[in-house]
C-alpha cells in the first residue's frame, strides 16, 4: 500500500514563482526522499532528510520534515521551465528494506 | 556515476506471451527492484532482490515473475502477458546500507 500521499496532485506556476509540495506518511520513519521523474523517464533522486533532521537545503530546494505530523514539505524556489516534472516523496520505513512510493505531484512550470 | 539499463523503452506483446523485462547496474549494488507505474497510482512494487538468487514479494506481485542469476541482472517476467498489464515498469538498484534508489529509463509495455 502507498504511504506517501502528495499534495497538490498537479500545480501549475509561473516561471519565477515559488513552488510548494507536501507529502504524508503513515509509519514511523529513518528517512524521507524527493525524486523527480522527467516525463516518460526514471525516477532520479533530489535530497534525503532523516527522522532526526527539521530541514534540509540544497540549492534552490528545500525540505522540511514533520515527524509528529508525519509529513514534509518540499519548495523548490525561483523556478525554472526546466522544473516541469514529477516529485514523488519517498519514505524509508523502520525495518523495512523498500522505499514506499506517493502517487506524486505534476509541477508545470509556465514560461 | 551509477548507471541503471533497460532492454528496451518500447515494448509491444500480444496476451497470451511470455515477456522478459531485463535490468543490468554497473555499480555492484546488492539491492535491485521493480516497481510498475499507472497513471493515479504511482509507483508499486512488484519484486525486489537483496542478493543473488534471493528474491522478495513487493505489494503487487500476482502475475509476474523475477530471476537473479547474477548480481548486475535482475529480469521481470510476465509469464502470461494480459492486457491489464500495460504499464510503464521502472528498476531501481540500491547499494547495501545506502539509501539512494537509482533508476533505469523506464520500459513502456503495451499488451494487446
Known amino acids: 500500500s502507498q504511504q506517501g500521499e502528495e499534495d497538490p496532485q498537479a500545480l501549475s506556476i509561473q516561471e519565477g514563482e515559488n513552488a510548494t509540495m507536501n507529502c504524508s506518511y503513515k509509519?514511523?520513519?529513518?528517512?524521507l526522499q524527493w525524486y523527480r521523474q522527467n516525463s516518460g523517464r526514471g525516477l532520479v533522486h533530489l535530497i534525503l532528510?532523516?527522522?532526526?533532521?527539521r530541514e534540509k537545503h540544497s540549492g534552490r530546494l528545500r525540505v522540511t520534515l514533520d515527524t509528529s505530523k508525519k509529513s514534509s514539505s518540499l519548495l523548490i524556489t525561483a523556478s525554472r521551465a526546466a522544473d516541469t516534472a514529477s516529485y514523488f516523496c519517498a519514505t524509508d520505513a523502520q525495518g523495512a528494506q523498500k522505499l514506499v512510493f506517493g502517487q506524486g505531484t505534476r509541477l508545470t512550470i509556465n514560461p | 556515476d551509477v548507471k541503471v539499463t533497460q532492454s528496451s523503452r518500447y515494448l509491444v506483446k500480444r496476451t497470451g506471451e511470455k515477456v522478459f523485462l531485463e535490468c543490468v547496474q554497473d555499480m555492484d549494488h546488492e539491492n535491485m527492484f521493480w516497481y510498475r507505474q499507472d497513471p493515479g497510482l504511482g509507483l508499486r512494487l512488484i519484486y525486489f532482490s537483496y542478493d543473488v538468487k534471493m528474491k522478495e514479494k513487493g505489494d503487487i506481485p500476482e502475475g509476474y515473475s523475477v530471476s537473479r542469476e547474477k548480481k548486475e541482472r535482475f529480469s521481470l517476467i510476465l509469464e502470461s502477458a494480459s492486457t491489464n498489464q500495460t504499464s510503464m515498469y521502472l528498476c531501481a538498484s540500491r547499494g547495501q546500507g545506502a539509501n539512494e534508489q537509482y533508476f533505469g529509463p523506464g520500459t513502456r509495455l503495451t499488451v494487446t
Open positions: 509509519t514511523s520513519i529513518n528517512n
Open positions: 532528510i532523516r527522522s532526526n533532521e
